[in-house]
């Protein structure tokens, strides 16, 4: 365990069997639809995706979206689109994935975003959800992990960048953002 970690959350061992569990659930979903096109938000959904689509059997693609959310450990709710989808989306059915579901800010905006670009449907599949932070109404359809209302980081996460090679789901130490 990295040092700079008080404790292991959610172990790799636990998020591939649930990335396999959530795999297989949209693959039964999706059968008798348009195979979705996954929309990663960069930079922290990067290692959810990659385990993620190893578990998908459909002829999915994907793309990624970067916009602007947290500086430090508080929300800004300030949402900027930095990176853009490379095609159209219209009639797209959209899977958004998102590392981690914390006021819900940032999917609300993204998710009206791409309605009003004309998506069929616009899910979400989160690796974690922290439901006690919500300050906008935003349910995800796929939940790898609910947590509590503590900072993590790896798999992705970060703590200003770093953190994310992490392979676990860890709680930083306080005395590490303080
Ligand atoms: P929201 O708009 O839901 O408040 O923010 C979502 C984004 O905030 C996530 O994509 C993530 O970048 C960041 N975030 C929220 N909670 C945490 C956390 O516990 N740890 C880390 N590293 N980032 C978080």
């Known amino acids: ?4 970690v008080e404790k292991i959350l959610v172990s790799e061992e636990e998020i591939i069997q649930r990335c396999r569990e959530m795999g297989q659930k949209i693959n ?14 960069l930079k922290g959904s990067v290692p959810f995706l990659a385990e993620l689509i190893k578990h998908i059997d459909l002829d999915i693609e994907f793309d990624f979206m970067d916009v602007s959310s947290y500086a430090g450990t ?12 490379d095609r159209p989306i219209k009639g797209a059915e959209i899977l958004i994935v998102e590392d981690i579901v914390d006021t819900g800010r940032t999917l609300k905006t993204v998710r009206e975003l791409l ?3 004309g998506a069929s449907s616009v899910k979400v599949i989160t690796l974690l959800d922290k439901p006690d932070r919500r300050v906008v109404e935003l349910e995800a359809e796929y939940v790898g992990f609910t947590i509590p209302n503590e900072f993590v ?13 992490l392979p676990y ?3 930083l130490k306080e005395e590490c953002y303080k």
């Open 169 to 171: 789901i860890g709680v």
């Open 28 to 41: 039964r979903d999706y059968a008798q639809k348009e195979p979705p096109l996954l929309v990663a938000l």
């Open 115 to 117: 309605l009003s670009k």
């Open 1 to 4: 365990m990295h040092q700079n």
């Open 74 to 85: 508080e929300s800004t709710g300030e949402i900027k689109v930095i990176k853009d989808l």
């Open 153 to 165: 980081v790896g798999y992705g996460l970060d703590f200003n960048q770093k953190y994310r090679n």
